[in-house]
């Protein structure tokens, strides 16, 4: 890439290490709250703040969050797809909660569990009065599916703030990460600032969805 004139890419910036320093989410406290597993079933007061993440089994949800906690298996993360069956609610700070939905989509879970996610996690987004965003994750590898175009329109008609992190750009080169990227974009009419690529093998993407959160669950937010 070719560097601004007058600018020596050598020189030490002035400004990295306050960029180091600045973690836009700092952790300092975490707690697993317990786990949702019907529509009618418990969950913690919605008393603070709440972010949800969404998206099919194995688009690795599980690892985005244990990133943003900076936790190497907070969130289980399963080597079979489609194990998280519950709603697991993580308190954060004592000052916010983070919800992890059951991936959809996995086509070897029984009929009967696959019928479950949905009555379960449109539940849980209607009944939760404060609901601050909701994170969708995509494969960049894959085409949406009709569950996950379902689930987006889902979250445009809840009028929710909505988050999309394109998971695991680790797996593609520079350029067919770019057309993907795109090409996502484009599928599904996304704004390109609701946008945000995301690896939890190199943390890219980390500090971006760290600082979305944190503006999504300020307290200044309430309505
Ligand atoms: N290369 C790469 N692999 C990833 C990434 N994120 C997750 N994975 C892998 O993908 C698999 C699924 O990750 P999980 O985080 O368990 O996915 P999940 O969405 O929580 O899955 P369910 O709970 O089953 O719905 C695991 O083998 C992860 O190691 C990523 O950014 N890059
Ligand atoms: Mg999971």
């Given at each position: 890439m070719a560097t601004p004139r007058g600018i020596n890419p050598h020189a030490p910036d002035p400004a990295s290490k306050d960029r180091q320093r600045a973690d836009p989410l700092v952790i300092r406290s975490l707690e697993f709250l317990g786990g949702m597993a019907a529509p009618e079933g418990w969950r913690p007061e919605p008393t603070l703040p709440e972010v949800a993440f969404a998206g099919r089994s194995n688009v690795g949800k599980s690892s985005l969050i244990n990133r943003l906690v900076r936790r190497k298996a907070f969130a289980r993360v399963s080597h079979t797809p489609g194990r998280t069956r519950e709603i697991n609610f993580f308190?954060?700070?004592?000052?916010?909660?983070?919800?992890?939905?059951?991936?959809?989509?996995?086509?070897?879970?029984?009929?009967?569990?696959?019928?479950?996610?949905?009555?379960?996690?449109?539940?849980?987004?209607?009944?939760?009065?404060?609901?601050?965003?909701?994170?969708?994750?995509?494969?960049?590898?894959?085409?949406?599916?009709?569950?996950?175009?379902?689930?987006?329109?889902?979250?445009?008609?809840?009028?929710?703030?909505?988050?999309?992190?394109?998971?695991?750009?680790?797996?593609?080169?520079?350029?067919?990460?770019?057309?993907?990227?795109?090409?996502?974009?484009?599928?599904?009419?996304?704004?390109?600032?609701?946008?945000?690529?995301?690896?939890?093998?190199?943390?890219?993407?980390?500090?971006?969805?760290?600082?979305?959160?944190?503006?999504?669950?300020?307290?200044a937010a309430t309505p």
């Open positions: 308190l954060v700070n004592r000052a916010f909660v983070l919800a992890d939905l059951p991936g959809y989509g996995y086509a070897k879970v029984s009929k009967a569990a696959r019928t479950t996610w949905r009555p379960l996690i449109e539940g849980y987004l209607k009944g939760s009065p404060t609901l601050r965003g909701v994170v969708q994750l995509l494969d960049v590898r894959r085409e949406p599916s009709d569950d996950d175009r379902q689930m987006l329109d889902f979250l445009a008609d809840t009028g929710v703030p909505t988050i999309v992190a394109v998971t695991k750009v680790d797996k593609l080169g520079r350029v067919a990460r770019a057309e993907r990227l795109r090409s996502l974009q484009l599928a599904l009419g996304l704004d390109e600032e609701q946008v945000v690529p995301f690896s939890a093998v190199t943390n890219e993407g980390r500090d971006d969805l760290a600082q979305a959160l944190a503006a999504l669950v300020q307290p």
